[in-house]
């Protein structure tokens, strides 16, 4: 079991500037990919899906390429000096050419610096493609640990969970058996307290007996939500991505105990299909984090 949560890290040494690579991963329904990378590097794209196709099933996935801050900093702090002489000649014979009052102050200078800097260009995609393809494929390796490991964290508490909510399907199962007859029985003695004497042998009285013991059965809400919990016990054991299928069972676990919760006339019982719907709901957020 894998959660959709990671986070995992790179570093490529290249000649010409070190370079950083993150990679982070959030739940999501499908497959998402957001890549933050210089601009020449944009085409990259193509290439980081079909690595992280390889190792994801799904998720919105960050992937973030940046130069090494300290790098940058230091080359954006030189600038061509003659280009910033021959940028105030310029402008200083453009202004003195149409009469314009011209003073080399130190705020013209500071502007000027912007324009004249020095740096040095990032290496063109295709002479480092194959570096990137290493570095994102080590991030992604990372990434996928952390999220095995959370995953392994989910299976616990799903377990847990699961073991919880058969304990209260029993406890339901026990709450709610012979309801059919305890209100039958009912009947009847109202029935003659109130004067109106009523043959439980007429064959009218029996359907309607047989009809609502019908309605009162929890045997196949039951059987089914068993089934449910034993399937889902099954899957979170594999080592496939299951996320999509346990959201499944658990719609269908939430179905079931609905009806059984509509079906219930006994406070003990309906109070335990509460908790074990509230248990379901707890199953649920976890679910939505698993790849």
């Not at 973030?64 to 021959?86: F, I, Q, T, Y």
């Not at 080592?239 to 939430?254: D, I, K, N, Y």
Request: proline letters at 3%.
């Amino acid at each position: 079991m894998n959660s959709m949560t990671g986070y995992g890290q790179a570093t490529i040494e290249l000649a010409e500037c070190p370079l950083f690579i993150e990679v982070s991963s959030v739940n999501k329904k499908g497959f998402e990919l957001i890549l933050q990378c210089p601009r020449e590097w944009q085409a990259f794209e193509r290439k980081a899906q079909k690595i992280l196709r390889r190792f994801l099933e799904r998720g919105r996935i960050r992937i973030s390429l940046s130069v090494d801050p300290a790098l940058r900093n230091a080359r954006e702090r030189g600038w061509d000096e003659e280009l910033m002489d021959a940028e105030l000649s310029a402008l200083e014979n453009y202004c003195n050419s149409r009469s314009i009052p011209f003073s080399r102050s130190t705020e013209l200078v500071l502007k000027l610096t912007d324009s004249c800097r020095t740096e040095t260009q990032l290496p063109t995609l295709p002479s480092v493609e194959e570096n990137l393809s290493q570095g994102l494929t080590q991030a992604t390796e990372n990434m996928v640990s952390m999220r095995q490991q959370e995953g392994a964290l989910l299976e616990q508490d799903l377990s847990a969970r699961l073991s919880k909510l058969q304990l209260l399907l029993q406890g339901i199962e026990k709450a709610c058996g012979g309801m059919a007859e305890e209100w039958r029985d009912r009947l009847i003695k109202r029935l003659d307290e109130s004067g109106l004497p009523i043959d439980p042998s007429d064959d009218r009285v029996l359907r309607e007996f047989a009809l609502y013991a019908e309605k009162c059965d929890f045997s196949e809400e039951i059987t089914r939500i068993r089934s449910h919990i034993e399937q889902f016990k099954s899957v979170i054991s594999t080592h496939a991505p299951m996320g999509r299928r346990l959201e499944f069972m658990v719609q269908e676990l939430s179905r079931e105990f609905n009806t059984l919760t509509s079906k219930s006339v006994r406070p003990t019982c309906s109070e335990l299909a509460i908790e074990a719907k509230v248990e379901l709901e707890k199953i649920r957020e976890q679910v939505m984090n698993i790849e």
